[in-house]
């Protein structure tokens, strides 16, 4: 059973991750890749702007009204045979899915990837009770046959160059060494096929659930999916209670933005858009439809007007693909189901914020992933009312207590701010230090810890002040 | 009190609503694509994105496409070819020029189908937008001949090709069928080192003809 890092340790992750040279390189090519694709799709999309307006609103006002859609979805999905159930927290969720694996599966599930499943630790539970659950999606099941989480919540795989993916299949299914990816591929299909033969019972996820007509939409691009929520006899899908829209024409906008936010693609190859079970005896389809509606800790960000946005989240994955730390450190630094910036934003919303509580620092705050977001989610600010969540404590959840050091120099800082004299008096200081002992000082702690993965500028002979009534004077 | 109750007693907390209070209507749906394209602007279109996410569009506007699947079919040697129950293939698969082949019936069972080395299907809309086929499985038996099989070869009448997905989404209206499939060129993956590999779990070849 796949573990992911201890997410407390992220600065020790960060750094042990710096160190993979191979890792390093397959970000930075991949890194290039989504860019230039995503740039390219942006270009045919001169609307983007008013797309990413539209699908925001849309997600406002679903989440402002959660309860109705939800009972809404529930009513409709019903009527069309689908039967919906609901699940508080994780252990409700793989409870449920269990109770149908047992009933139907005769052994095996195949799956569709799902971050949700994945968030749930549903194959853990499956497995422990004997239950074969098999990844179908190529990368999903390149991690799970390398026993290792996703890497990333678009291409799980990512860090893994062809020649580690040719030696995994040679070892774990037969494959002549060396072979390319399209022999690996070829191989994945046939050894994969077998199962999908085999299997009854299909788990997936959903990437949205129509309130109106009760429908789920899944989007893909190997046809995975297809096979999962059409050829075994029973179909289940987990998904999250934030994935509702309200209408079955609110998917026209978000179709738009998924694909070419994820990898660049106008429309992912296939969509699925199903509606309740098959509805004839002799019909192609399930006989049975399956929908969970997971909270797990979704409900508490409708609390708050600045974490609801948290909700509006579609998973495509670009903000991970512009991310400066994402792109250095890769996926399983974070040591959640949810990496990079939307990753740090969520875990520690999701789980007991003291166990996410170093997620929230990791990032630079640059603003990236705030300009590329397709519902434009302000993950800057989220990431800041979560560092305050963390050092001053919420209900239930006491304050991180800074360091000792880091504490009085917080408390000089504000001391010597409020008073402009001073100020002065200590900044001139400063500068004279700087430029008498500057590089002896910055090899001394407290400096020295700081500057191990900074740059300290030198400081301005003179300061603005000085600059600014120099230049009135002339 | 049932996770149902838990989960929506927390959403309204937070919300701070009661139970059947009212919603105003959402955001209006605006028209995103467009919808200004004629007939022969829009098949000329369908072909473009067609082609530029790896299908191959044939025209067989003259026969029915008889001339078009003919070829494709013949210089495959087939030992077993899925089709769909669709009046079109149904016609097309009579003809004496095609009624030799190893035709499966339109109800093969899962096995046959694993086994197919090619499927004939229709479409029920095509979008000239995305060079997308959509497959109303309601109306057609054709959720795993399009799948299954190497090879996938769509009869797609020319005027059901509409200018975007907004105006699909729009004629497909309620009630909605178990399933509809929307098909965008074959199927593919790029997980390793995002490079493009064709036919992973779906067909390997798409080939569209306009009839």
Redesign the interface.
Known sequence: MPRHLPMQEFAANAARALQDTQQRQALRAAAATFAARRQAALQQAPDWQRWREQARAVKDHTLQHLDHYLESFERNATARGARVHWAADAGEAVRLVLELARAHAGGLCVKAKSMTTEEVRLNDTLERAGIEAVETDLGEWIQQLAGETPFHILVPAIHKSRGQIAELFAQKIGTPPGADPPALTAAARATLRAKFARAGLGISGANLLVAETGSLLLLENEGNIRLVTSVPKVHVALAGIEKLVPRLADLDVFLRLLPRSGTGQALSTYQSLLTGPKSRPGDEGPEELHVVLLDNGRSRMLAHEVTRPSLACIRCGACLNVCPVYQQVGGHAYGSVYPGPIGAVVTPQLLPLADAAALPFASSLCGACRDVCPVRIDIPRLLLHLRAEVREGTPGVPAAKPARLERIAMRVGAFVMARPRLYRFATGCARLLDRLAGPLLHRLPPLSRWRAGREVPQLARKDFRTRWAQRRRS | M???E???G???G??G?N?G?G??P??P??L??RVDLDGPAKLLQFGE?LAA?GGTLHLGLADGGLAAVRELLHRRAPAAVARSDAPLVAALCAHADLCRLPWLSP?AT??EL?AADAGVTAAQWAIA??G?LVLV??DE?H??AS?LPPVHLCLLPAARILA???EL??T?G??????????????????????L?V?????KELHVVVV
């Not at chain 2, 309620?174 to 490079?195: K, M, W, Y």
């Not at chain 2, 036919?199 to 067909?203: M, Q």
């Open positions: 049932s996770a149902r838990t989960i929506l927390a959403v309204r937070h919300l609503r139970a209070a919603v105003g959402p955001p749906v605006p995103l694509g994105r996410v109800t899962k096995q694993f937008e995305t997308t499985h309601d038996r959720r795993l799948l975007d997905q907004g989404l729009r497909l309620a009630p909605l069928p178990p399933a509809v499939t929307f098909v965008t060129g074959p199927s593919r993956t790029a997980d390793i080192e995002l490079q590999v036919g992973v779990h779906g067909p």
